[in-house]
């Protein structure tokens, strides 16, 4: 009768300890108000600003956290044409501010492991001096 009553005890401890682990997850779970987000952040783009460069068909931007391969397309070559002005040497790095959809999708041709496909081009500015980053090919 002891084995029966420890027995049913035991499994009462593990299965109300079960159940309060479900309803503290429960409360952690934050739902957001759509309502309360503006049109551009619910169109599922992500604002990134940092460092781009654009030299013999690759694209890269640099921001203070990720290095994301750029997906060449018309807006990237926009963006590269309004860099261009920017720009002394070819392998300059411009100050950019864009909105895009970031993916881990494999490519052939972009190997970071992070890509981004600019949707939205919001700024263009030159590299400020700490950041300018200028890499000499050849001599």
């Given at each position: 009768m002891k084995k029966i009553v420890f027995i049913t005890l035991i499994l009462t401890?593990?299965?109300?300890?079960?159940?309060?682990?479900?309803?503290?997850?429960?409360e952690n779970v934050t739902i957001s108000d759509d309502?309360?987000?503006?049109?551009?952040?619910?169109?599922?783009?992500?604002?990134l600003i940092g460092e781009f460069v654009y030299y013999d068909g690759a694209a890269v931007?640099?921001?203070?956290?990720?290095i994301y391969g750029v997906i060449v397309t018309d807006k990237m070559l926009e963006l590269n044409a309004l860099a261009e002005k920017y720009k002394k040497e070819a392998t300059d790095m411009v100050r950019v501010e864009?909105?895009?959809?970031?993916?881990?999708?494999?490519?052939?041709?972009?190997?970071?492991?992070?890509?981004?496909?600019?949707?939205?081009?919001?700024?263009?500015?030159?590299?400020?001096?700490?950041?300018?980053?200028?890499?000499?090919?050849?001599?």
């Open positions: 401890a593990f299965i109300s300890c079960k159940n309060e682990t479900k309803s503290e997850q429960k309502s309360e987000r503006t049109a551009k952040q619910n169109d599922g783009l992500t604002l931007l640099q921001t203070h956290a990720e864009i909105r895009g959809k970031i993916t881990n999708q494999k490519d052939e041709k972009i190997l970071w492991e992070n890509k981004v496909e600019i949707i939205e081009i919001l700024n263009v500015k030159p590299a400020t001096k700490e950041e300018k980053n200028v890499v000499k090919l050849g001599s």
